[in-house]
């Protein structure tokens, strides 16, 4: 992500969407004096689990450049829209899908239409349809903003 050398850069980092343990956290980054490098970071905190079956707490970060992320969040968005009517049926209702290494379980809600629950290495996080849909607007809004 950051590519350091001898020089001082400048680094700016936003939070689109904070989270407790247990849920996803997103945040924007941008490193101009770095040829313009720019993307999101995916924060899993939260439990997971070891390969002895071993609950632990900890965290992790997946880092997306600003194309991945706007493919991600372009699937997710795409797949919701397209099963919205079978996900307002309620929480028996399901759909799920995978982005390179992550897996996208959206489950249906009569209120919010969706929940999604982002599985990752050992994590299994959730991430709220309103914490989804505010990292979408401020995720779009802040790379506006790094235009000017």
Do not use: C
């Not at 689109?16 to 995916?42: C, F, M, P, R, V």
């Not at 992790?60 to 991945?68: A, G, M």
């Not at 997710?76 to 307002?88: G, H, Q, R, T």
């Not at 959206?106 to 999604?116: E, I």
Request: no cysteine.
């Amino acid at each position: 992500m950051l590519k350091p050398d001898e020089k001082t850069k400048k680094l700016e980092v936003y939070g689109l969407s904070a989270a407790s343990s247990g849920d996803l956290t997103t945040l924007i980054y941008n490193a101009k004096e770095d040829e313009n490098n720019q993307g999101i970071l995916l924060v899993f905190y939260g439990n997971y689990w070891n390969e002895n079956g071993i609950v632990f707490q900890g965290y992790d970060f997946s880092n997306f450049d600003t194309q991945k992320a706007l493919s991600f969040l372009s699937i997710i968005k795409k797949n919701i829209e397209l099963n919205k009517e079978y996900l307002k049926k309620g929480s028996d209702s399901n759909i799920y899908f995978s982005y390179e290494d992550i897996t996208i379980l959206a489950t249906g809600n009569s209120v919010t239409t969706f929940d999604l629950r982002i599985l990752w290495k050992n994590f299994d996080l959730n991430w709220e349809a309103g914490s989804f849909n505010r990292t979408i607007k401020r995720f779009e809004k802040r790379l506006t903003q790094f235009e000017k």
